[in-house]
C-alpha cells in the first residue's frame, strides 16, 4: 500500500503536499498565490500595527476578520525569542504546552486549554493535531521538529473538527514552511551560545525560470553540549545534534496555477538528558484513591534488593538540580524524510486544490528512564512510522456566479489518509530482558464542507461539517511472547465520526468584529499498544467535545491598539485515561487506557498590542483556565482490593489555572550608523503538576521566565549581530516527570539559563 502510495506521489501532476489551501486574499477571493509572507509585518514607516494574515480556515484571510482563536506567530518573533523547535513556542501563545517526553525524546507533551495526552504510544493517536505545509503528522512521535526557515506557526484554539479534522479537539499546531522567491536571495546566520550551542541556519533563492519557477535550498544545524551533568562519570549529557536539509520549488506557469513542491530530511543524533531519579521511601499517594484493602508503597526503586543499597546509601533521591546518574545512553539516530506539494488552479468560477504528503520517521532512542546506574528500566526504541495523505478541495471563486454576488463563500473537500508503524522496545526491567513490539495501520477517509453567507453587509453566518471513517488493524507481541509463554495478539476496528460548527459573526467596522462560535471535534480511537500479556489486550472508544466560544477582535486608534478576547467553554465525554495495574512478570506492570472519564474546561484569554510610539510595540496576554473532571470512576492504585474511587478532584497535567505574558520591542535609528532593536519578554505560568495523578513531588510551582535580545542592524540591512539570553533569572524548574508503574520515580529539569551571540548576512 505504501509502495504504491509513493508511486503514484511522485508520478501525478497534483503530487505531494505542502501548503494549507486555496490560498485566497480576502474571503470570496478566488486568488490561489499564497502571499509571500503570510504573516505581514507593519511598514517601518507606519505607526499602524502589522496586518497580520493566517490561513485557519483553508484560505489567507486577516487574523482580526477571522472568528477563531488564532495565535499567529511570525519569523521575526521566532528570532526574537531565539525559537529553534517546536517546543519553546508554547511561551508566544496562552493556553498552551509543551513538554518533552522524557522516556521518549522525539516526542512532544502537548495540552492546549487544558486538553493533551501523556501518552506517545503510536497506537493512541494526538491529542492536540500538527500539520506541516497542510500535511497533519499521524504520530507524536518525531513531533519535535525543527522551526527553521518558516514562514508562519499559527496556535490554533478550540475544536477544528471540520476543516482539520480528527485529533485536535481542543485545537491544533500549524506550521507554514517558507516559499522561494523569484529572485536571487539568501541568508547565511550563525550562533554561539552558552552550553557550547553552536548553530548555522541558511537559505538560497534562485529564479530557475524567470518568474514562471522559482527555487530554494535551505539547511539548518544544531550542536550543543548538554545542560545536565552525569555525577557517575564526571560527564556533561544532553547535547544536541541535529541537521536538516530542504529544497523546494515554486512554479506559476501563469496568474492562474501556483504549484508549491518542497522536500526536507532531518538527522537526529542527539544524546539523552537524563533524568533525575527522586525515588525515596516516602509512599507515592493517589489524593483521590483508596488504601483501606492495601496500604500504597513507596516506588520499587527503593524497596527491592536490586537498589535499595542506593536509596539507603543517600544516593536517591537525587535532589540536585541538572544532574543524573544514568548510564548506558547512545546516541539516537533519527531521521526524517518528508515530500509535500500544493497544486492550485484558479478555474474562474471555482478554484481548486490537491495537497498531498509523504513522510516517513525511523525512531531508534535509548533513554534510561530511571535515572541510575542500574538497570531498572532502561528503553531502546526502534521504530518506522510511514504515512501518505491526499486533500483535494474545490472552493468558490470571485464572480462568476457560484458565490452569489460575493455573498457566499464555499468549500468542499475530500481526505484520504494512511499511517503504518512497527515498533520494537527491547527493555530491560530489573535487570531481565523484557521485550515487546508492536505494528498497525490506520486507513482514514473524510467528505467535508464549508461555507459563509453575508446576510447583511456586517453580519456573517457560516457553518461546516466532516464526516470521517477510521479502519484500523493492530498487532502486539508482549515480553512474554518472546519467553514462549504468551501467543500474539491482533485486533482490527472501524469507528466513524460526525464533526459540526456554526460561527455567528458581525463586524461593526473593518477593524471591530465579534462572534459566537459552536463546534464539536473528536479524538480517534485505538488499542492498548503493548499489553503485558493477551489477555490484558483492548481497545479504547473515540474521545468528543462540544465547545461554545465568545470572541471579540479590535483595533483602536487607527490600529495602534489590538486587543483580542476569547471565552470558551468545552464539554469532553468518553476521555482515554491509563490505568495501572501489577502484573507478576517483567516489567512487573500494565499500563490500560480507558474510556472511563468525562470533563469541562471554561476560560478566558487576552491578547494585546498597543504602539504608542513609533519605535516602541509592546505586547500582553493573559489566560485563565479552569479544567475539570466531572466523573473519573476506577481503581487508580493497581491493587483490585482497593476498589473504584471517585477521581474527579485530579486536576489535569500540565495545566495551569493561569498563563500570562508581557514583553516590548524598542527599535532606536541610529541615522546613517543603522539601528538597535531592543527585545525583552517575560512569561509566567501558575503552578501544574506533570502527572495524571498528581503524585506530590511532581508538582511544579509558579514559574516565571524572563528573555532578551538586543540586536544591531547596519545601514543597508544586510548585516545584523544580536545578543540574546533566555531564562535570564536562572529559575530552575521541572518539564516532565512520572513514575513507571511503581519501579521509578523520576523527574527532568528544564534548561537554567542561556545566553549567546548571532550573527547573520543577507544577500
Same mark, same amino acid.
Given at each position: ?26 474571503? $470570496? ?18 505607526d499602524s500595527?502589522?496586518? /497580520? ?51 521518549n ?29 497542510? !500535511? ?37 499546531i ?13 541568508l ?7 552550553? $557550547? ?13 524567470g ?42 506557469? @501563469?496568474d492562474t /496555477? @501556483? ?27 493517589i ?21 535499595i ?23 539516537? #539516530? ?20 490537491a ?27 526502534? $521504530? ?28 468542499? +473537500? ?11 522496545n527491547?527493555?530491560?526491567?530489573? +535487570? ?6 508492536? =505494528?498497525?495501520?490506520? #486507513? ?7 461555507a ?10 457560516? +457553518? ?36 459540526? =460548527? ?23 480511537? +485505538? ?23 465568545? $470572541? ?42 480507558r ?8 476560560? !478566558? ?13 509592546i ?17 487508580l492504585?493497581?491493587v483490585?482490593?482497593?476498589? =473504584?474511587?471517585?477521581?474527579s ?64 542592524? =547596519? ?49
Open positions: 500500500m505504501m509502495t504504491r502510495g509513493l508511486t503514484l506521489l511522485l508520478a501525478g501532476s497534483s503530487s505531494l503536499v505542502a501548503t494549507p489551501l486555496l490560498a485566497q486574499s480576502n474571503p $470570496g477571493s478566488s486568488s490561489i498565490t499564497a502571499p509571500s509572507a503570510a504573516i505581514a509585518t507593519a511598514s517601518e514607516d507606519s500595527l502589522a496586518d /497580520i494574515v493566517v490561513t485557519a480556515r483553508r484560505r489567507a484571510e486577516p487574523l482580526q476578520q477571522t472568528p477563531l482563536s488564532v495565535s499567529a506567530i511570525a519569523p521575526q518573533r521566532l528570532a526574537e525569542a531565539h525559537v529553534t523547535n517546536l517546543g519553546d513556542i508554547a511561551t508566544l501563545s496562552p493556553a498552551l504546552n509543551l513538554s518533552r517526553n522524557a522516556s525524546p522525539t516526542s512532544l507533551f502537548a495540552f492546549l486549554r487544558g486538553f493533551g495526552t501523556k501518552s506517545s504510544d503510536p497506537s493512541s493517536e494526538p491529542a492536540v493535531a500538527l500539520t506541516i505545509d497542510g !500535511i497533519y503528522q499521524g504520530a507524536v512521535i518525531g513531533s519535535l521538529v525543527n522551526l527553521f526557515d518558516v514562514e508562519a506557526v499559527e496556535v490554533l484554539r478550540g475544536p477544528q473538527g471540520t476543516l482539520l479534522g480528527k485529533n485536535a479537539p481542543a485545537g491544533g500549524s506550521i507554514r514552511t517558507r516559499r522561494p522567491k523569484s529572485e536571487f536571495n539568501g547565511v546566520q550563525v550562533d554561539y551560545g552558552r552550553f $557550547g550551542d553552536f548553530q548555522i541556519r541558511t537559505f538560497v533563492d534562485a529564479p530557475l525560470a518568474d514562471k519557477l522559482a527555487g530554494t535550498i535551505s539547511y539548518f544545524r544544531q550542536r550543543s553540549d548538554g545542560y545536565v551533568r552525569n555525577i557517575v562519570t564526571g560527564r556533561d549529557v544532553g547535547g544536541l545534534f541535529t541537521q536538516s536539509f530542504r529544497v523546494g520549488l515554486l512554479a506559476t506557469p @501563469s /496555477i @501556483s504549484w508549491y513542491v518542497t522536500s526536507q530530511y532531518d538527522i537526529d543524533k542527539g544524546e539523552e538528558t537524563g533524568v533525575r531519579n527522586v525515588s525515596d521511601f516516602t509512599p507515592l499517594v489524593p483521590t484513591a483508596n488504601y483501606a484493602a492495601s496500604p500504597p508503597v513507596a516506588s520499587t526503586t527503593c524497596r527491592n534488593a536490586f537498589s543499597a542506593l536509596c539507603r546509601s543517600g544516593a536517591l533521591p537525587n535532589l540536585d538540580r541538572y544532574t543524573t546518574q544514568a548510564l548506558n545512553m547512545p546516541r539516537r #539516530n533519527n531521521r526524517g524524510f518528508s515530500v509535500t506539494s500544493d497544486l492550485a488552479v484558479d478555474a474562474g468560477p471555482v478554484a481548486f486544490a495537497v498531498t504528503g509523504f513522510r516517513k520517521f525511523k525512531e531508534r532512542v535509548f533513554p534510561d528512564i530511571d535515572g541510575t546506574q542500574l538497570p531498572i528500566i532502561d528503553s531502546h526504541y526502534v $521504530g518506522n512510522f510511514r504515512q501518505f495523505s491526499q486533500e483535494l478541495r474545490v472552493a468558490s471563486g470571485d464572480g462568476g456566479g457560484l458565490d452569489l454576488g460575493g455573498k457566499l463563500n464555499w468549500l468542499l +473537500g475530500a481526505y484520504y489518509f494512511y499511517f503504518d508503524y512497527d515498533r520494537l527491547d527493555q530491560i526491567s530489573l +535487570g531481565v530482558p523484557a521485550p515487546t513490539f508492536q =505494528d498497525g495501520q490506520t #486507513n482514514s477517509f473524510a467528505v467535508f464542507a464549508h459563509e453567507y453575508k446576510l447583511t453587509d456586517k453580519l456573517t453566518l457560516s +457553518g461546516g461539517a466532516r464526516q470521517t471513517w477510521d479502519r484500523k488493524s493492530h498487532t502486539s507481541k508482549s515480553a512474554n511472547f518472546f519467553r514462549g509463554l504468551d501467543t500474539q495478539v491482533v485486533q482490527r476496528a472501524s469507528w466513524d465520526n460526525l464533526s459540526l =460548527d456554526g460561527t455567528l459573526q458581525y463586524q461593526f467596522t473593518s477593524d471591530k468584529m465579534v462572534f459566537v462560535r459552536y463546534a464539536e471535534g473528536y479524538r480517534g480511537g +485505538g488499542f492498548t499498544g503493548t499489553p503485558s500479556n493477551a489477555s490484558l489486550a483492548a481497545r479504547f472508544e473515540p474521545e468528543t467535545v462540544t465547545s461554545y466560544e465568545f $470572541g471579540s477582535k479590535t483595533d483602536f486608534f487607527n490600529k495602534r491598539l489590538r486587543i483580542n478576547v476569547s471565552l470558551f467553554y468545552n464539554e469532553y465525554s468518553n476521555l482515554q485515561r491509563t490505568i495501572t495495574t501489577a502484573v507478576p512478570f517483567p516489567p512487573f506492570f500494565a499500563q490500560l487506557p474510556n472511563i472519564a468525562a470533563a469541562k474546561t471554561k476560560g !478566558i484569554e487576552i491578547e494585546s498590542q498597543i504602539r504608542p510610539i513609533h519605535p516602541l510595540t505586547r500582553a496576554s493573559v489566560g485563565y483556565i479552569d479544567a475539570y473532571y466531572t466523573s473519573f470512576r476506577a481503581n492504585t493497581g483490585a482490593a482497593n476498589g =473504584d474511587t471517585d477521581n478532584a485530579l486536576h489535569f497535567p500540565y495545566t495551569s489555572k493561569w498563563t500570562a505574558s508581557a514583553g516590548a520591542t524598542y527599535v532606536a535609528e541610529l541615522g546613517d550608523a543603522g539601528k538597535l532593536a531592543f527585545v525583552a519578554d517575560y512569561t509566567y505560568r501558575s503552578s501544574y503538576n506533570t502527572t495524571d495523578l498528581n503524585y506530590a513531588f511532581a508538582r511544579q510551582s509558579g514559574v516565571g521566565l524572563l528573555s532578551s535580545t538586543i540586536t544591531y542592524t =547596519d545601514p543597508s540591512d544586510r548585516y545584523t549581530l544580536s545578543v540574546y539570553g533566555r531564562n535570564l533569572t536562572n529559575r530552575g524548574y521541572i518539564d516532565n516527570g512520572d513514575p513507571v508503574g511503581g519501579l521509578t520515580t523520576f523527574v527532568g529539569d528544564a534548561p537554567p539559563r542561556t545566553w549567546g551571540v548571532s550573527a547573520g548576512m543577507k544577500f
